[in-house]
């Protein structure tokens, strides 16, 4: 079995920052893209941003130049910072990871979501 579990959200103000965390565990061979998505009240989850194995980057428009994803692949983590947040970015945030487990299954696993309140 394979799991995320993310840590670091929380309540913030308006222009300030926060650093989240995902951790992935358990029967792990490899993982390969991993990524954050955000879901407000009433929404339809977003992609945030992805990074591959190898640190390539993917954006979405509305966080470029604030957020940065990145990762460390001796821990299994990704990290996505966040600056200059926004009140609309109130939302749970959630981890998402492809994962190739020990027995050779690729697995697309997401984590339980941590929420980001931002006020204004």
């Known amino acids: 079995q394979v799991q995320l579990v993310e840590s670091g959200g929380g309540l913030v103000q308006a222009g300030g920052s926060l650093r989240l965390s995902c951790a992935a565990s358990?029967?792990?061979?490899?993982?390969?893209?991993m990524g954050w998505y955000r879901q407000a009240p009433g929404n339809e989850r977003e992609l945030v941003a992805t990074?591959?194995?190898?640190?390539?980057?993917n954006y979405a428009d509305f966080v470029k130049g604030r957020f940065t994803i990145s990762r460390d692949n001796a821990k299994n983590t990704v990290y996505l910072q966040m600056n200059s947040l926004k009140p609309e970015e109130t939302a749970v945030y959630y981890c998402?990871?492809?994962?190739?487990?020990?027995?050779?299954?690729?697995?697309?696993?997401w984590g339980q979501g941590t929420l980001v309140t931002v006020s204004s």
């Open positions: 358990g029967s792990i061979f490899s993982i390969n893209t």
């Open positions: 990074i591959t194995s190898g640190g390539r980057t």
């Open positions: 998402n990871a492809f994962i190739i487990d020990r027995i050779g299954g690729l697995l697309e696993v």
